[in-house]
């Protein structure tokens, strides 16, 4: 018989069938079945969940797992739902995931490049006025975290013509097409980048230590007119004090694609706040094809050499 793997999610039923019907095509010697369609016996038998938001309490009821698959790369809730029962948690590293995140680094950034925000004003006044061009190379984009995705950014950026610094954790050597990647590690580093940035962006994941990161001290670091884009999770940020620097005119705007609570409630000041850009969670979404891939090496690896792939640090949060 092949293979039985679980498929636990909270997704609409349309994403659902794609993403089992690409998990299916990708592993085609294996049988991808949703765990409501599983009986007791199936459950007993599964060794391997393929995870989006999953209830942990359906993951419970699978007594062999022996390691975790997630379709995200962003794996706080997992870490914070599963993480005290040691199953090993594997995230997604997915090239076109970080290709299509970079890309909308470099479009967000060339939208505050180009004073978009600014000329939307003017038109909305009848202003007709040109404001002083800034070119890329005189424009600095700070990005907090240097991971999968701060990495595929940096590069575009660099190409593009802007002037990168990069902050993260621990220090590492970057590969020479990112040699003038000013980088910086650890608390004193962060006043540093954010001081020479024009624009910071935030691709960090959601932990212990990174959770309300990003506050009135910090943003008091940043430039005057300066803007932020937060693309990495909602908590990163005060949202309180994120407001009072933009309502103070310390920071020139803010591009926010991950929220506290999403969808972002209607109530929420955000929404009509005129230096925010509001996103629905769009800048790096898991594409079915090149996910399922990446699912299915992982799987055929472990069952050629019985290795796990490289999982979360639980202890780090990521
Ligand atoms: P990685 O794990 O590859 O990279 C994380 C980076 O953050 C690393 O450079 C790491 O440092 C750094 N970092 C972590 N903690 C700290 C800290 N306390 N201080 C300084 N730096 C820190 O993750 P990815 O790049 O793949 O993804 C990043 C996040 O982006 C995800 O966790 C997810 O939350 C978010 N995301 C958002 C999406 C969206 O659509 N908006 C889509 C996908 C992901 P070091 O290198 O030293 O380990």
Redesign the pocket.
Known sequence: MPELIAFLATLDADEEAAFVSALSGALPEARIRPFAGLSAAQRAEVEIAIVANPDPAEVALLPRLAWIQSL???V?RLVRDLGARGIPIVRL?DPE?ART?AEAVLAWTYYLQRDMPAYRRQQEAGLWRPLPYRPPAETAVGLL??????TAAAHRLAQAGFRVAA????P?PLPASLVAVEAFTGAAGLPRLLALSDIVVC?????A??RGLLGATQFGAMKAGAALMN???GPIVVTDDLLAALDAGHLSHAVL??FDSEPLPPASPLWRHPGVTVLP?????TNPRTAAAIVAHNVRTYRETGRIPDAVDIGRG?
């Not at 975290?145 to 701060?150: D, H, P």
């Not at 691709?203 to 932990?207: A, S």
Request: no cysteine; charged share 15%.
């Open positions: 995200w790369a962003g706080e590293v995931l995140m975290g240097l991971g999968a995705l701060g902050w993260s954790r621990s590492k691709l960090l994941p959601l932990t230590q990174t693309f990495g999770r694609d991950v969670h769009v800048t790096g979404p990521y």
